[in-house]
């Protein structure tokens, strides 16, 4: 019965091919409006995110230390330090793959290479744990065993001479035999020079470690109390902060809020990475809604069409009532009808929508390139091939599904009025 239904619809509409495309061009215009409109919010999206860095910086969370209450009777918060006890508590929250704690040298310190010297930040981090970190070496092993260090990309090119009176970098192969470790000792008031080995240079675009000496976590500990000059507990052990990293992209953002529950600071990436998710979602909203309007101008257009068709049908519609036809079976076909409209002219926007985002990718891509892609665009496509137009499979579906909705909805107050129509009147109609 139904198959039937639609075959009559169908006939319906090819009855009036003329009208049939007119209505449904509305729709196209407005499916094509809304899938450009939202598509280009999914390129610039790619290209802000392609500029943050690497894929697995959208997983990570930094840590500092927070506040917490203390127990009812005082309304002071008392200070949550990063110690042994908040590696666990993190490690245990759901999304989390891994937690490094990190320990900078609480001293003077550098690397020197015959008269040149390097300062810059020294970290220790467990050596278990240090892949975690997402770098990857461009020299060297990624190795991090006692006496061992792992470079930032840019330490090599930031040696100077500590006794000129300008500042000049100097290139230092920190691979090369001979480089020291000079470390700065409050209690004697001296420096002392340690074996260091450089196992591995960091490939250029780890963020803020380009410039970081990493050093196993025992040894940055043994550095702190030799120029200290005390002992430390290890049950009172603080580390500066913590490195988390989210089992996905999906799962950072309930990580770093988890995190907060618990008292302690979040930050990093993944933190900038929700805002800018936000900023996105409110301008897909935005855009979307001014494309909405050219398909709430194309309801219009099939309501009017479907009221014409009920008009000029009125004594069909009496006459399938008289053979038996039910109120059902004709709101169904007119219901088809408007459904068939609006699929027509989403599919047929859908592909408008297509053939643009190719055009305009292709101009793009085409035009002079300056150093972050088309030189008048104010942002960097080049990273993600110059795609400023983006069509995602579920768009297409939300697109093409919005405008039978539209078309439906549109189509809706004809149908009942049409099934509700007394047959008696009907075939009183010329």
Do not use: C, H
């Not at 997983?59 to 590696?87: C, H, K, N, W």
């Not at 219009?300 to 049908?313: H, P």
């Amino acid at each position: 019965m139904l198959l039937e239904l639609f075959r009559l619809a169908v006939g319906n509409l090819l009855r009036a091919r003329g009208r049939l495309v007119m209505t449904a061009s509305g729709v196209l215009v407005g499916t094509t409006a809304v899938v450009l409109l939202l598509a280009l919010t999914f390129g610039l999206q790619e290209a802000a995110e392609a500029g943050i860095g690497s894929a697995a910086s959208l997983t990570e969370i930094q840590v500092y230390p927070g506040f917490s209450p203390r127990p009812e009777e005082s309304r002071e918060p008392a200070m949550l330090q990063l110690d042994d006890e908040a590696v666990a508590r993190i490690t245990a929250l759901d999304g989390v793959a891994a937690v490094v704690p990190l320990l900078s040298v609480q001293t003077q310190i550098s690397l020197a290479s015959g008269k040149y010297r390097y300062y810059g930040q020294f970290v220790g981090v467990p050596p278990e744990a240090a892949p975690y970190l997402g770098l990857r070496v461009a020299r060297g092993t990624f190795s991090l065993g006692p006496g061992e260090a792992l470079v930032g990309a840019s330490v090599g090119s930031f040696f100077v001479d500590p006794d000129a009176q300008t500042w000049e970098p100097v290139e230092v192969d920190v691979l090369a035999e001979g480089l020291k470790m000079r470390v700065y000792s409050s209690v004697e008031g001296r420096e002392q020079a340690f074996d260091i080995t450089i196992s591995g240079v960091l490939r250029p675009g780890s963020g803020s470690f380009d410039g970081t000496v990493f050093l196993p976590l025992e040894d940055v500990i043994a550095l702190n109390e030799w120029s200290s000059g005390n002992r430390l507990d290890p049950e009172e052990r603080r580390y500066d902060y913590l490195l988390v990293r989210a089992t996905s992209r999906e799962t950072t953002r309930a990580v770093s809020e988890a995190i907060r529950e618990l008292g302690y600071g979040t930050g990093g990436v993944g933190e900038f990475l929700d805002q800018l998710n936000s900023f996105f979602t409110t301008m897909r909203l935005m855009l979307g809604g001014i494309g909405g309007v050219a398909l709430v101008v194309a309801a219009f257009g099939v309501a009017n069409t479907m009221m014409m068709a009920i008009l000029e049908r009125t004594r069909e519609i009496g006459l399938m009532k008289a053979l038996g036809a039910r109120d059902r079976d004709v709101l169904l076909i007119f219901l088809i009808e408007s459904m068939l409209v609006g699929l027509s002219g989403g599919l047929a926007g859908l592909g408008a929508a297509y053939a643009l985002q190719n055009a305009i990718n292709g101009a793009l891509t085409a035009m002079p390139q300056g150093q972050g892609g088309p030189g008048f665009l104010p942002f960097d496509l080049s990273q993600v091939g110059n795609r400023l137009i983006v069509i995602p499979p579920e768009l297409a579906l939300f697109a093409v599904l919005l405008a039978v909705l539209v078309g439906l909805g549109a189509g809706a107050l004809p149908a009942v009025r049409a099934a509700r129509l007394p047959p008696v009147v009907a075939l009183q109609q010329e």
